[in-house]
């Protein structure tokens, strides 16, 4: 019989290509993500509640077609790749959202929730997944480092604004520079497990103090300031001179995390905090020149379509038999991780702070937990030093502390924020996809001591 549809895929009807269908779903997701960015501000819940939607959606699609799909052990270290490239680009934005002077004092709040929050979150978590959930400690430090951070993408709508705004909240600036720092700063807690699971006693503590926590996070650190330092003094310039095109700003974000995360990655340092202090020191070469808000748009966009593409494959890859892996334990780990867990270890960190009662619940409320996480535990599979059961725990536990996250945090980001903060939460700014190419108007800084560099 021939064909009544011309396929140039092949000979006759063929409705069961994959890869043309997830074509199809791709196209239809970026739809999504356009309608659900345009707006956002006058939403009471975040664009991730949709991708998460699409996402889960997919994976009832999947289940009833009996689709051979992504399995977390399997297929790892691609989610362990996308996650880290969404990462790396959410904290290179970040950083360029921050005008505060880089004097200690002025970080105090984020000193707090580094050097106090974060190491007690660990500590609780990991003493809970030895004693309730019944892991070895290794697997357990694991489960705790990937849970420790706040995300740098999902907070950012709760965090501060775009570049040049005239006022930072405490709040609002605490959560986001908690969120770009904390992501590199739960690595060392990483390798710690490492080498408690490869390596009997603690003969191992000189070399990873001085080699996985001093030496590693110094250096990115530095590479990552002077790499963005650089990067912008050679790009403004030559921008000026009209030797660059302006209309491609919005890509240099891309080129510059590159560049910067993978130079310190070379050198055996943390790459998430190079491309943090990277967006920090590209922000504070010539803070008022124009180009900083197109920047800015550039680079996120992309880390809200690399939100829309992680949150998507997290979903897709949901299962019954996965939610069932942690047990009634790991679901009331979420429970006291959010509720319990967070803000205890804020409420002690502030002991004696400046801050008001409304201000401490906003920060132990908004631990988001979203891609951060994913990547360290798709981190802890693919290093294989765990056995399978425990890598499905540690993996599957993360996961649903992550959809829990997205839901309860994106419904009750903007109300809760005015309600305890007296202010609508700092939303991004308006994103598309023409935001990657497109110029912006001169920006304006504050001329508070908090904009100076």
Not at 198 to 219: H, T
Not at 291 to 305: D, L, Y
Not at 381 to 387: A, F, P, T
Not at 425 to 447: I, R
Request: proline share 5%.
């Amino acid at each position: 019989m021939t064909s009544l549809v011309p396929l140039a895929a092949g000979p006759g009807l063929d409705w069961a290509d994959p890869y043309a269908g997830a074509l199809l779903v791709a196209g239809l997701a970026v739809f999504a993500a356009i309608g659900a960015l345009s707006h956002q501000g006058d939403r009471a819940f975040s664009a991730s509640l949709i991708y998460l939607a699409i996402g889960l959606g997919a994976a009832a699609v999947i289940a009833v077609a009996d689709i051979d799909w992504l399995a977390p052990r399997e297929d790892a270290e691609l989610i362990e790749r996308l996650s880290e490239l969404a990462v790396v680009i959410a904290l290179f934005s970040t950083g360029l959202k921050l005008d505060r002077t880089l004097r200690p004092s002025a970080w105090g709040s984020v000193a707090r929730l580094l050097a106090l929050t974060m190491p007690l979150t660990i500590l609780a978590v990991a003493a809970y997944g030895i004693w309730a959930m019944g892991l070895p400690l290794a697997a357990a430090i694991l489960l705790a480092s990937a849970l420790a951070p706040t995300d740098p993408v999902l907070a950012g709508d709760i965090g501060v604004g775009p570049p040049g705004e005239e006022e930072e909240n405490e709040p609002n600036f605490a959560i986001t520079a908690e969120a770009g720092l904390n992501d590199g700063l739960a690595f060392p807690f990483v390798i710690l497990a490492l080498f408690v699971a490869g390596r009997p006693g603690a003969g191992w503590l000189p070399e990873w103090a001085l080699a996985d926590v001093v030496y590693a996070v110094l250096a990115g650190a530095g590479i990552g300031a002077v790499g963005g330092y650089a990067i912008a003094a050679l790009h403004l310039p030559l921008r000026d001179r009209r030797l660059v095109l302006r209309e491609l700003d919005g890509w240099i974000p891309i080129a510059a995390v590159l560049v910067v995360y993978g130079a310190a990655e070379l050198a055996s340092s943390y790459g998430f905090l190079a491309a943090f202090a990277a967006g920090l020191a590209f922000r504070r070469y010539e803070r008022d020149h124009e180009a900083q808000q197109a920047v800015h748009r550039g680079s996120e966009a992309t880390e809200k379509f690399g939100e829309l593409a992680v949150i998507l494959l997290l979903g897709s890859m949901v299962t019954l038999t996965g939610l069932g892996e942690p047990g009634w334990a790991g679901w009331l780990l979420c429970g006291l991780l959010l509720l319990v867990i967070r803000p205890v270890a804020v409420a002690v960190a502030f002991v004696g702070s400046g801050l008001s009662g409304r201000e401490r619940v906003f920060l132990g409320w908004f631990g988001v937990r979203g891609i951060g996480s994913l990547y360290y535990a798709a981190v802890a599979l693919s290093y294989g030093v765990l056995e399978q059961e425990e890598e499905n725990v540690v993996f599957w536990t993360v996961a649903i502390v992550i959809l829990v996250s997205i839901v309860a945090h994106g419904i009750t980001g903007t109300p809760l924020s005015r309600r305890l903060l007296g202010h609508p939460s700092a939303q991004p700014a308006q994103t598309g996809v023409s935001g990657v190419y497109s110029d912006s108007a001169p920006g304006s800084g504050s001329s508070s001591e908090r904009s100076t560099p």
